[in-house]
């Protein structure tokens, strides 16, 4: 009796040591969840490969979705792994794992979707300001600009400049700021020398008109007449109506425009006679022709500017426009007069005398005509 | 006797057990976690960003390496732990890149502001000596309101490496210095000419 129930009581040991760690280690092995690393490295890689392949620049949001829900599923882990092993439950860190894997990839052809659009906005911007620049460039050497327009114009080209070059070293978001200011830079410095442009050739019939008279009456009288282009820079001699001669000349600093008043720099436009021939010590430019500036028209425009408030009423309207010597300085420079070289003078001088008309206008030619003309 | 000895067994096999797990490397972790935000700080994701994405790669990837291992019923970190040092070592490198790339960055743009200003001197030495030539005075006008924005862009410099935008600094530097030579040489060729005559 006592033998059977030590024999009882050896199974029932047995069956304790050996079989109660087998079933709790079974329960652990096949009771424990399966880690969802794998889905979690898929995600991961989809999210390296995808930061490594698009620009800082265009990262989508879909991509940062994906960072932040791996961030997530990596935080339900953890927090997963805090409970006791046979609790732990994976199956939203895989969810989260997944869909974070499906942005990732979804996100180099949204970002190429992007950069594609956004680049060709910036070319598009550049290639406008280029034009801008090209434009700006073809008139910028002739025109009498204010110092504020001539400094937003080389403003604008520097940052012209350094968005290319921040184009060059993928620094996308730079270039578009560089190119915003240096756009607004420039198609300010475009619309003025447009508008000034545009309002001074708006008097080209006028001036054609003017030109046109001269030569008639060039070819009727027998005479011969001078007329003055002031955007081309020269002056043209006729002869009974018939051009003999092209002058290079200079004009006023501030030559683009009427002439308003005493010191304003400005050439003035209209039709003159030549009242006086100046040399030895009557000039100071070897030899000079005087004009009879002001004209009736000069006057009639000056009293006007002053009752509009224009000009200022202690102004005074000037006179002694005379074409000189001294010229060949390549720049123009006198205080508004016209001046050519002396040997070209020398030759003008010979060939006109006292009455003879001096036709001075802003262009003989359409503003479109003159900007395709190739810089000076 | 066999009794006690399979008692014996048993419990020291349900010790081994509940041993074999290992204890979580925190210390290491918190310390990879830490070297990362570090070169955060001294902004290596601007001056090496190559190396800080592969740095954070590398935490990601151990940090869920380390996860992986928490997960099993006998977790083993030695490999973790091994890679977690590996990554805070990987990081005082990044970090230290980063650093030299800002000290060279700025040492540039010093070397730039210094050729910038050479240059900028020869340069108003030669415009106030250039012939009212050809090209005229609108010409040099519009060289003297260029030296003005040059001069203008050098304080956007000095201010930018005043507030620590190094990048910025560097590129604008290097765009005015190229500006600067362009004048420079410009003007050269017209004083040479000068000088033929």
Known sequence: ?376 | MKIKLLSGVAIVGLALVFAGCQKYPQTEVDAANAAVEATRAVQANLYVPEEFNALQDSLTTVLAAVEKEKSKLFSNYKDEVAKLTATTAMAQTVANNATAKKEQLKQETAANLVEIATLMEQNKEMLAKAPKGKEGKAALEAIAAELATIETGVGEVNNKLASDDIINAANQAKALKEKATGINTELTEVMAKVKKR
């Open chain 1, 1 to 376: 009796m006592a033998r059977r129930l030590k024999r009882k009581y050896r199974i029932a040991l047995i069956s304790f040591v050996v079989l109660i760690p087998l079933t709790i280690t079974g329960i652990f092995y096949w009771g424990t969840p399966e880690p969802p690393d794998q889905e979690l490295e898929k995600a991961n890689s989809a999210i390296a490969i995808a930061r490594n392949t698009i620009s800082p620049d265009f990262i989508p949001q879909a991509l940062r979705d994906a960072a932040v829900l791996y961030d997530s599923a990596m935080v339900y882990w953890r927090t997963e792994n805090e409970k006791f092993i046979l609790k732990r439950n994976y199956s939203k860190i895989r969810t989260l794992a997944i869909r974070a894997e499906q942005l990732a990839l979804a996100s180099p052809k949204i970002a190429n979707q992007n950069s594609v659009g956004f680049l060709a906005a910036i070319e598009s911007d550049i290639e406008k300001a280029k034009k801008d620049t090209a434009q700006i460039e073809q008139l910028y050497s002739r025109l009498p600009l204010p110092t504020s327009i001539n400094k937003k114009y080389s403003q604008g080209l520097l940052l012209l400049n350094e968005a290319i070059q921040n184009l060059e070293q993928k620094n996308y978001k730079v270039c578009r700021t560089k190119l915003e200011s240096a756009k607004a830079n420039l198609s300010d410095v475009a619309r003025h020398t447009q508008n000034l442009l545009t309002d001074y050739f708006a008097n080209l019939s006028m001036w054609k008109r003017w030109v046109d008279q001269t030569i008639k009456e060039s070819s009727q009288n027998q005479s011969v007449a001078i007329v003055v282009d002031k955007f081309a820079g020269k002056c043209f001699l006729y002869k009974n109506g018939v051009l003999k001669t092209t002058y290079d000349v200079e004009l006023g600093k501030n030559w683009i425009g009427e002439k308003k008043y005493s010191g304003d720099k400005a050439t003035p436009e209209g039709k003159y006679k030549i009242t006086k021939k100046k040399d030895g010590r009557q000039t100071k430019y070897s030899l000079a022709l005087l004009l009879n500036y002001p004209n009736d028209e000069d006057k009639r425009r000056f009293q006007e500017g002053i009752r509009n408030k224009t000009i200022h009423r202690n102004a005074k309207i000037g006179s002694l426009i005379e074409i000189h010597g001294g010229g060949g300085k390549g720049v123009n420079w006198t205080d508004g007069c016209v001046a050519l070289d002396n040997d070209q003078m020398a030759a003008l001088y010979r060939l006109v005398s006292v009455g003879t008309t001096v036709t001075i206008v802003g262009s003989l030619q359409p503003l479109t005509e003159v900007i395709k003309r190739p810089k000076p």
